[in-house]
């Protein structure tokens, strides 16, 4: 049997082992049909989540609930409020929680500043940012009815924390250094309605956002000897983080973004 945290703080040594464990948790994950967003709703469906997996694509999430009995599939385009209402309207209906959000789902530039098209540019912004902070208010509210201490994972990335001469992606870089900042708002503002915010940074992870870097020599040659490891990151390694975020082992952490880069931010 677990321990309490009262128990815990009162004399317990050993770690919990349900630390990280979501056993009877609702989360929701953004972005689900492919990459990350796909591995997050199976690492958190693996740790006792039923997970609503939300994306554009049906039949990819119809394909992942099929293997995995709790993953609820439901189509939702984030860059619609309507959207984004009936996704939290359905889990709230069908769930009567929202224990953890994750919002995974993004898009990337196609031309550095100089090309990009001022639609395209506020396209990533609404996708990337706008939709998060939707998702996070619409989630916290029922949250907040329902007497949840929620955890909300935003997942922001190396490039909203640094510039890069190379990878010429200004809306994914603003939207993302956004994204790091509204966290830290967020964070603040729902802290004493016990709701966590956090957000995840990744490094170079094969993504389908990063599908031209990883299938180009030159670049991932230089992406691996930008980073101090010296390597990309395997997908596997961003489990542990997403747990640690969206779990009670993270309880007392809020308004933190995580960067999980193999010291790419170090140097």
């Known amino acids: 049997m677990s321990q309490t945290p009262e128990e815990h ?14 056993d009877g948790k609702i989360a929701v994950v953004t972005g689900a049909s ?19 997996a939300a994306a554009r694509r049906l039949e990819r999430l119809e394909e992942l609930a099929a293997s995995y ?3 609820v599939p439901v189509r939702c385009d984030v860059s619609r409020r309507d959207e984004i209402d009936a996704l939290v309207q359905r889990v709230g209906n069908d769930h009567g929680r ?10 990337a530039d196609t031309a550095d500043a100089l090309k990009q098209d001022d639609d395209e540019f506020a396209s990533v912004i609404g996708v990337n940012l706008h939709a998060p902070y939707a998702l996070s208010k619409r989630a916290a509210a029922l949250m907040i009815e329902g007497g949840v201490s929620g955890s909300i994972v935003n997942v ?56 031209d870097l ?24 961003l489990d542990g983080p997403l ?14 973004t995580l960067v999980v880069d193999g010291g790419w931010c170090a140097t």
Do not use: C
Request: glycine content about 12%; charged content about 15%; cysteine-free.
């Open 9 to 22: 703080a009162a004399g317990g040594h050993a770690p919990d082992p349900a630390l990280f464990r979501l």
């Open 34 to 52: 492919a990459g990350l967003g796909r591995r997050f709703a199976q690492v958190l469906h693996e740790a006792g989540a039923t997970v609503v």
């Open 69 to 71: 009995p709790n993953i």
């Open 98 to 107: 929202i224990d953890v959000l994750v919002n995974n789902a993004g898009i």
């Open 156 to 211: 922001a990335s190396i490039l909203g924390l640094r510039g890069s001469a190379v990878v010429r992606q200004t809306g994914y870089a603003a939207s993302k250094g956004a994204v790091v900042n509204l966290t830290r708002s967020l964070a603040a503002q729902w802290a004493e309605h016990g709701i966590r915010v956090n957000a995840l940074a990744p490094g170079w992870f094969e993504t389908e956002l990063t599908v």
């Open 214 to 237: 990883f299938a180009n020599e030159g670049p991932l040659k230089w992406a691996q000897r930008r980073t101090p490891m010296g390597r990309t990151g395997r997908a596997d390694e």
């Open 243 to 256: 747990l640690f975020l969206a779990s009670g082992a993270s309880s007392f952490m809020t308004g933190q």
